[in-house]
């Protein structure tokens, strides 16, 4: 009888092998500031996406971690579409809050000579950088491949979280992480594998540091190992945000070559900013190209209903968004639009405070799916359509200037440059907003009917139009510097009680009884 015992150790040898990489793998990294980036994906030294690629026609499935339910699901990563804004939840998938991101298996459906791999992020602060690690396999025939999965030895499809995909059968491609000082730089693979470590003690006081002179011109160039510590350094504010690309491909000496034969790729992605609640990547999509296969470029979503507006030549951009209420449509394009395209660069000149850039580009949404009358949420307004059919002649112009005057505070991202900062009241917060909408959008409206009420029932911290008559009142008594000076505590998040009386030399309440006596005076005594 044949001894088969040898053929059949072979073949399973065979089976778990991991596969190769062709070709070494360069990442290049791009970056486009938030102020420039748009629905284009324009990133400098970067190609756009595209669609029709191989990756378009996988399957993701998530293997570990928890997507966020606020994202777009899955298939935003291949459908060869792009969000229209930086902060556009529903075109993008990210994981939930508080977690530590997942992995994300994306099955090709065939085995391909992989080209490139380009992953696309876009947010206006810390979602926007990428930090990950993708790995690939290619099992044979399928009659094989089934029995590979099932087995419980070394090769393992969905590897769990705690499992190192290396030691499963799978091929490691690239690590990714664009954090650092500068984001427009190219890495080597070796330079990735450093830049995600911890400081050591010695280097946690010089991480934050401003560059000298003579290292400014240094950061941009290859990373070399003596330059770990710089590239271990967070993102500073002025590159945090906007739009990063990343392409793996092979390295630069032969660039024809694909870096491997691929039918699955395993993609193990961590939080942009560790430690922060909200801090998984807003990825737009993640593009898979073979070799010599031709592709279109993607383009942004086209829905009937949703207009870009441009603001000051293009300084700003906001997108309207009726597509859920036709009948608004033509009055929020010709009627509610310019009012925006006029008062958002007021409020944002209003509200400037120094190291701020208040938001490039925002929505206003135009729901029917929303009770009460508007809301802001980061660079996202959304307005009741009910609310607003029922007070287009009125108040729906104004409504909106107040939401406007939110998406410029952000006042929630204290935290980012003041690890001590203090909440804002929300009587502050909606007064500030209140008062630009009431005594600068339209003060013909005399408060809006603050003027007609008894002074007695006004309260300086009772928010929106009573907060805002009294900073009116504040400021037209010789402090013309107020809104500025409340403005600044707000968004550093610095603001106390202690503040009126540092401003104005009286506390609030004695502000407020000198209001009230003003608004009530008693007459004069007969003699």
């Given at each position: 009888?044949?001894?088969?015992?040898?053929?059949?150790?072979?073949?399973?040898a065979?089976?778990?092998?991991?596969?190769?990489l062709?070709?070494?793998?360069?990442?290049?990294?791009?970056?486009?500031s938030?102020?420039?980036?748009?629905?284009?994906?324009?990133?400098?030294e970067?190609?756009?996406?595209?669609?029709?690629d191989?990756?378009?026609?996988?399957?993701?499935?998530?293997?570990?971690?928890?997507?966020?339910?606020?994202?777009?699901?899955?298939?935003?990563?291949?459908?060869?579409?792009?969000?229209r804004?930086?902060?556009?939840?529903?075109?993008?998938?990210?994981?939930?809050?508080?977690?530590d991101?997942?992995?994300?298996l994306?099955?090709?459906?065939?085995?391909i000579?992989?080209?490139?791999?380009?992953?696309?992020?876009?947010?206006?602060?810390?979602?926007s950088p990428?930090?990950?690690?993708?790995?690939?396999?290619?099992?044979?025939?399928?009659?094989?491949?089934?029995?590979?999965?099932?087995?419980?030895?070394?090769?393992?499809?969905?590897?769990?979280?705690?499992?190192?995909?290396e030691?499963c059968?799978?091929?490691?491609?690239?690590s990714?992480?664009?954090?650092?000082?500068?984001?427009?730089?190219r890495?080597?693979?070796?330079?990735?594998?450093?830049?995600?470590?911890?400081?050591?003690?010695?280097?946690?006081?010089?991480?934050?540091?401003?560059?000298r002179?003579?290292?400014?011109?240094?950061?941009?160039?290859?990373?070399?190992?003596?330059?770990?510590n710089?590239?271990?350094?967070?993102?500073?504010?002025?590159?945090?945000?906007?739009?990063?690309?990343?392409?793996i491909?092979?390295?630069?000496e032969?660039?024809r070559?694909?870096?491997?034969?691929?039918?699955?790729?395993?993609?193990?992605?961590q939080?942009?900013?560790?430690?922060?609640?909200?801090?998984?990547?807003?990825?737009?999509?993640?593009?898979?190209?073979?070799?010599?296969?031709?592709?279109t470029?993607?383009?942004?979503?086209d829905?009937?209903g949703?207009?870009t507006?441009?603001?000051e030549s293009?300084?700003?951009?906001?997108?309207?968004?009726?597509?859920?209420c036709?009948?608004?449509t033509?009055?929020?394009?010709q009627?509610?639009?310019p009012?925006?395209?006029?008062?958002?660069?007021?409020?944002?000149?209003?509200?400037?405070s120094?190291?701020?850039?208040?938001?490039?580009?925002?929505?206003?949404?135009?729901?029917?799916?929303?009770?009460?009358?508007?809301?802001?949420?980061g660079?996202?307004v959304?307005?009741?359509a009910?609310?607003?059919?029922?007070?287009?002649q009125?108040?729906?112009?104004?409504a909106?200037?107040?939401?406007?005057?939110h998406?410029?505070?952000?006042?929630?991202?204290?935290?980012?440059?003041?690890?001590?900062?203090?909440?804002?009241?929300?009587w502050?917060?909606?007064?500030i907003?209140?008062?630009?909408?009431?005594?600068?959008y339209?003060p013909?409206?005399?408060?809006?009917?603050?003027?007609?009420?008894r002074?007695?029932?006004?309260?300086?911290?009772?928010?929106?139009?009573?907060?805002?008559a009294?900073?009116?009142w504040?400021?037209?008594?010789?402090?013309?510097?107020?809104?500025?000076?409340?403005?600044?505590a707000?968004r550093?998040?610095?603001?106390?009680?202690?503040?009126w009386?540092?401003?104005?030399?009286?506390?609030?309440?004695?502000?407020?009884?000198?209001?009230?006596?003003?608004?009530d005076?008693?007459?004069a005594a007969?003699?």
């Amino acid at each position: 009888m044949l001894n088969r015992t040898p053929l059949l150790l072979a073949l399973a040898a065979s089976l778990h092998a991991p596969t190769s990489l062709w070709a070494e793998a360069t990442v290049s990294v791009g970056h486009q500031s938030e102020r420039r980036a748009d629905a284009r994906f324009q990133i400098p030294e970067m190609e756009s996406p595209v669609q029709g690629d191989a990756g378009e026609e996988g399957t993701w499935a998530v293997v570990s971690g928890t997507p966020d339910r606020a994202g777009g699901g899955l298939t935003k990563l291949n459908d060869g579409q792009l969000p229209r804004l930086s902060d556009q939840p529903s075109e993008n998938f990210f994981f939930a809050p508080a977690t530590d991101g997942g992995r994300l298996l994306l099955d090709l459906e065939r085995s391909i000579e992989l080209a490139e791999i380009r992953s696309y992020s876009w947010h206006p602060s810390e979602r926007s950088p990428q930090v990950y690690t993708v790995y690939g396999c290619d099992p044979p025939a399928e009659d094989q491949r089934e029995r590979q999965i099932d087995n419980d030895g070394s090769f393992q499809l969905k590897p769990a979280a705690e499992t190192d995909p290396e030691s499963c059968g799978w091929t490691k491609i690239a690590s990714i992480n664009t954090r650092g000082p500068k984001v427009d730089r190219r890495l080597r693979p070796s330079d990735n594998s450093k830049v995600d470590r911890r400081l050591r003690p010695s280097e946690r006081n010089n991480a934050d540091r401003r560059l000298r002179p003579s290292e400014r011109n240094n950061v941009d160039r290859r990373l070399r190992p003596s330059r770990e510590n710089t590239a271990s350094q967070p993102l500073r504010p002025a590159t945090v945000g906007g739009q990063v690309g990343v392409k793996i491909a092979n390295n630069d000496e032969d660039s024809r070559s694909p870096l491997g034969r691929f039918r699955y790729l395993l993609f193990e992605i961590q939080p942009a900013e560790p430690g922060a609640r909200f801090s998984n990547t807003f990825f737009s999509e993640i593009d898979v190209l073979e070799k010599g296969a031709a592709v279109t470029p993607a383009h942004s979503i086209d829905v009937e209903g949703i207009a870009t507006f441009e603001i000051e030549s293009g300084e700003y951009e906001f997108v309207m968004d009726t597509s859920d209420c036709s009948d608004l449509t033509r009055w929020a394009e010709q009627e509610l639009a310019p009012v925006v395209q006029q008062w958002y660069p007021k409020v944002v000149e209003l509200l400037a405070s120094d190291g701020y850039e208040a938001p490039q580009s925002f929505r206003i949404h135009i729901s029917s799916a929303m009770d009460g009358v508007a809301a802001t949420s980061g660079t996202n307004v959304t307005c009741s359509a009910d609310w607003y059919r029922r007070n287009l002649q009125g108040e729906a112009k104004g409504a909106t200037v107040h939401e406007l005057v939110h998406v410029v505070q952000q006042y929630g991202n204290a935290r980012r440059t003041n690890p001590q900062a203090k909440r804002t009241p929300g009587w502050v917060v909606e007064g500030i907003a209140d008062y630009v909408r009431w005594h600068l959008y339209e003060p013909e409206s005399v408060g809006g009917g603050v003027a007609r009420r008894r002074p007695s029932s006004l309260r300086y911290d009772a928010s929106y139009r009573d907060t805002a008559a009294f900073l009116a009142w504040v400021i037209d008594e010789g402090n013309p510097d107020l809104l500025a000076q409340l403005n600044a505590a707000a968004r550093t998040g610095t603001y106390t009680d202690a503040f009126w009386r540092k401003t104005t030399g009286s506390t609030a309440q004695q502000l407020s009884d000198a209001w009230h006596a003003e608004l009530d005076p008693k007459p004069a005594a007969q003699d």
